[in-house]
C-alpha cells in the first residue's frame, strides 16, 4: 500500500493550508488514518487519528486549530491547517494502518504504511 501525501509550503502565521494523503494499491480496508509530524531535532508525534470506528483523536496543541477528514470512497485523507503558528513547523507524515486481502471477502494480514512526508513552514 502506497502513500501519496502532498500540500505542504510556506506559509506565514495565521495562515491555513490542507494537506492531503491518498492511499492507493491493493488492500481489504483501512482501520486508521493519521497524520503524525517531526520537527527538527524532536520525536515524530501523532498529530491527529481518524479511525474507521472509534473516536477521533487530537493533539492537545492543535485542537481546535486542526481538522482531519477522510474520503472513504477515495481512501484519502486530508488535514486542514488553520491559524497555523511557527511551532507547528515540522514534517507532516500521514499513516494508513489497516488490513490486506485474506482468503475470499476476508481479511488478511495487518498492514501499515507511512508517506514520504510534506514540509510545512510557518513564518512569524
Known amino acids: 500500500v502506497q502513500l501519496q501525501a502532498s500540500g505542504g509550503g510556506l506559509v506565514q502565521a495565521g495562515g491555513s493550508l490542507r494537506l492531503p494523503c491518498e492511499a492507493s494499491g491493493s488492500f481489504h480496508s483501512i482501520s486508521a488514518m493519521a497524520w503524525y509530524r517531526q520537527a527538527r531535532g524532536k520525536q515524530r508525534e501523532l498529530v491527529a487519528r481518524?479511525?474507521?470506528?472509534?473516536?477521533?483523536y487530537y493533539l492537545e496543541t492543535v485542537q481546535d486549530r486542526f481538522t482531519i477528514t477522510r474520503d472513504s470512497a477515495k481512501s484519502t485523507v486530508y488535514l486542514h491547517m488553520n491559524s497555523l503558528k511557527p511551532e507547528d513547523t515540522a514534517v507532516y507524515y500521514c499513516?494508513?494502518?489497516?488490513?490486506?486481502?485474506?482468503?475470499?471477502?476476508?481479511?488478511?494480514?495487518?498492514?501499515?504504511?507511512w508517506g514520504q512526508g510534506t514540509l510545512v513552514t510557518v513564518s512569524s
Open positions: 499513516n494508513v494502518d489497516g488490513f490486506l486481502h485474506g482468503k475470499g471477502w476476508s481479511p488478511g494480514s495487518r498492514f501499515n504504511s
Open positions: 481518524y479511525p474507521t470506528v472509534g473516536d477521533m
